[in-house]
């Protein structure tokens, strides 16, 4: 490991080969007392790559790696090269508000301090400490910078007197004649964190491990924990390390504590009024009422919504105190309701702090508008001619310019003199429509691809009479015959009815315009065909069938045309 670093030595301390060696620092131990702390190696550690803690308030480095595709914790195991790429964590993912961790790559993460009266727990969030910051005055001091008792630093200002030093006369931290003499950590009695020195200067006497903190049992700059909670009748909260101890074995009571929960009822409107339940079966849920703490995930809970009759819209539910964010979400039966289909937040800050009623949840829902009218083509009523009822031919698709929750669709069925009409309620706004084929739409002479039949539909009152017209370009009939070599193919094997071949029209620039016809044996009109195509330049190919065996045409398809303008 010769060659590596060393980080943040603390004083009194030297560098060597990437460790922290000598001097008398201390703060490594778990309780809390005076002694050396033996920095802890790579090697010991089992590490092979990026920076570590020593485990004495320093930092080590241990290498790189040096096998190409090899990189720092790659498989998984912090400060340990594999192969692969290694995504480092933040503070944020691992949960740590305060203190430093590992990235789980090759780098010590710091993840801050703490304010105010709170240390830096073990898990890396902040908590309340028993301890009380000192003053410069409570101290008697008047010069260079000292410790407030609880992990954190007072300045108390610098010496104006000429002739006099920080701690010259003796007393550190006074302003006094003579030279000053730096005390240590364990003249002092520190075992971790940072002090003042008497002279003016901060000296570090190291860091705390497990479960300790620096100044966690009310003790400044000493490692200690506080207990977590209340101790079991009869055992004592033992500071050093917040264990509880001492008390009898044979008769814990161990206590879960639980909040108060208070009942919170009410009921559900729309736009201030009771919805619509004419539709609703007993005990089919419509929607749910979802309630998120805005601070515990444990007491996030939901209540159902029901079709019950006169309480269709109550509800009624214990919640912890707090304060939640309370959602209406619907569920598949939420049609048996006029309540819309997608999911409103009604509350963004309910406050829980004791039992409620009457609690009214409004669902705002924009008025619908009616919408009628009819779908022509080129300006006239499409054909219907084949049109069997009740089969849809077709659809209408409103996609609204800026809310998605409002779009919908309305089925184009064949209903005899109605079969292009159609009626739907709309939300205010502007919608692209678009008139989509289905399977039957054989049926009419509409195309069988969709067409936009309105970029920018506006809809802010009822509207009756609509016309969206499906333009399609006019179809020209092309006929003709096929030959081989210049002559009519042989058809001497011929059965009627078997198709030995279709002739395939591909569209230069509109692959909707593709169509193909099939090529029969049907004695003289063998090699004839006919067929409508709309204008433009296509390329023709002649494609045989498994029944090509029954003329003298080849087994392969023939580009006839490369370029076949229609107009």
Known sequence: MSGLACRACASGTLCQFGQCVGGGSTGGGTGGGGGTCNPRSCVTQGKTCGEIDDGCGGLLMCGLCEVPGESCGAGGVANVCAMGSCVPKTCTSLGRTCGSVSDGCSAQLNCGTCGGSQVCGSAGTCEQSTCTPTTCQAQGK????????????????????????????????????????????????????????????????????????????????TCGAPCIGSCPTGFTCMAGDGACAGGALDNIAFDVPVPVQHTVSGRITRNGVAPSSANCTSGYPYGTLEFVHATDTRFNTSVSLECSGATTFNFSLPLYPGTYRVTEQPTSYVSMTNLPTWSTVVSTAFTVSAP????????????????????????????????????????????????????????????????????????????????????????????????????????????????????????????????????????????????????????????????????????????????????????????????????????????????????
């Open 142 to 221: 008047n010069c260079g910078m000292i410790s407030d008792g609880c992990n954190g630093q007072l300045s108390c200002g610098a010496c104006m007197v000429s002739g006099q030093t920080c701690g010259g006369s003796g007393t550190v931290n006074v302003c006094g004649q003579g030279a000053c003499t730096p005390r240590t950590c364990t003249q002092v009695g520190a075992t971790c964190g940072t002090i003042s020195d008497g002279c003016g200067n901060m000296i570090s006497c190291g860091s705390c491990t497990g479960p300790q903190t620096c100044g966690g049992a009310g003790t400044p700059n």
């Open 356 to 567: 409620q009623s009457n609690v009214a949840f409004d669902v705002p829902v924009p008025v619908q508008h009616t919408v009628s009218g009819r779908i022509t083509r080129n300006g006239v009523a499409p054909s219907s001619a084949n049109c069997t009822s009740g089969y849809p031919y077709g659809t209408l698709e409103f996609v609204h310019a800026t809310d998605t929750r409002f779009n919908v669709s309305v089925s184009l069925e064949c209903s005899g003199t109605t079969t292009f009409n159609f009626s739907l309620p709309l939300y205010p706004g502007t919608y692209r429509v678009t008139e989509q084929p289905t399977s039957y739409v054989s049926m009419t002479n509409l195309p069988t691809w969709s067409t936009v039949v309105s970029t920018a539909f506006t809809v802010s009152a009822p509207q009756s009479n609509v016309a969206f017209d499906v333009s399609v370009p006019v179809q020209i009939t092309v006929s003709g015959r096929i030959t081989r070599n210049g002559v009519a193919p042989s058809s001497a094997n011929c059965t009627s009815g078997y198709p030995y071949g279709t002739l395939e029209f591909v569209h230069a620039t509109d692959t909707r315009f593709n169509t193909s016809v099939s090529l029969e044996c049907r004695g003289a009109t063998t090699f004839n065909f006919s067929l409508p195509l709309y204008p433009g330049t296509y390329r023709v190919t002649e494609q045989p069938t498994s029944y090509v065996s029954m003329t003298n045409l080849p087994t392969w398809s023939t580009v006839v045309v490369n370029a076949l303008r229609i107009q």
